[in-house]
């Protein structure tokens, strides 16, 4: 699967290690590159971006909370970033949410954690049923 990858300085680390624990997805790395400090709205936009125009399937945002990146990314228009600090969260966000962007905050939860919780959302599938109408809705409060 393309994944669409961002991170800001706090969430680089994990950006690295989910990029290589999952080595079987190809991944669109769009920054950031280095620890120096820097603002997640600019990542959280470029990963969005690849997700609504379809050059990635899904997307994945870090930063230290996982609030901000997720609050910006929901910005961009077709983006349902989920934040997620479980598995069952993860499992949720793709069965009835349809979430197309996992966010994970990497001052938050163990890197083992985040693994996980990555590995349940990536193989998770949308359910569909009594959900579509509910995430359709969401699509028309953007519109
Ligand atoms: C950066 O210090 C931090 O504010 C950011 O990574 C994130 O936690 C914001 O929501």
Redesign the pocket.
Known sequence: MKIAIAS????LRLKNILKKHFAEHEFIDVGTHTED?CD?PDYALLAGEKVVSGEAEKGIVI???????SIAANKVKGIRAALCFNEFMAEMSRKHNDANVLAL?A?VIGEDLAVRIAEVWLKTEFEGGRHEKRVIKIGKIES
């Not at 800001?8 to 969430?11: L, M, T, V």
């Not at 930063?63 to 990146?69: F, L, P």
Request: hydrophobic share 20%.
């Open positions: 800001d300085h706090a969430g400090s997640y930063c230290g909370t996982g609030i901000g990146i905050g001052r």
